[in-house]
């Protein structure tokens, strides 16, 4: 299995960035996926998630209102829609899928089993 992220950059305070994570060696559609970040000198921490049906997502409250985790299984690609940026969403983002097909939403680190290569996110003020 891997994920391939893509769609990082620089972007002013207020700006829009949309994210995206190609995955490919096996069944897309039946996997919950998600996005975690991890910014310098902290520890991972989760952003949002989508379920495998895509009828559900979640999100932590640091972005909630602004993000949106989306999936478009004919492209097995999941997207995360940044909206209204603030300098502290600065941080390496990752997609993040597990193991197991039909299963419960992600909503911790410890849960995963395969990380995307991680895609550097920076807000300036």
């Known amino acids: 299995v891997q994920l391939q992220a893509s769609g990082g950059g620089l972007v002013q305070a207020g700006g829009s960035l949309r994210l995206s994570c190609v995955v490919s060696?096996?069944?897309?559609?039946?996997?919950?996926m998600a996005w975690f970040r991890q910014a310098p000198g902290k520890e991972r921490e989760f952003v949002g998630s989508?379920?495998?049906?895509?009828?559900?997502?979640y999100y932590a409250d640091s972005v909630k209102g602004r993000f949106t985790v989306s999936r478009v299984n004919a492209e097995n690609t999941v997207y995360l829609q940044m909206g209204s940026l603030k300098p502290e969403d600065t941080a390496v983002y990752y997609c993040?899928?597990?193991?197991?097909?039909?299963?419960?939403?992600?909503?911790?680190?410890?849960?995963?089993?395969?990380w995307g290569q991680g895609t550097l996110v920076t807000v300036s003020s």
């Open positions: 993040a899928a597990v193991a197991s097909a039909f299963g419960s939403p992600i909503l911790s680190p410890n849960e995963v089993t395969y």
């Open positions: 060696g096996r069944t897309f559609s039946w996997y919950p």
């Open positions: 989508i379920t495998w049906k895509g009828d559900n997502t």
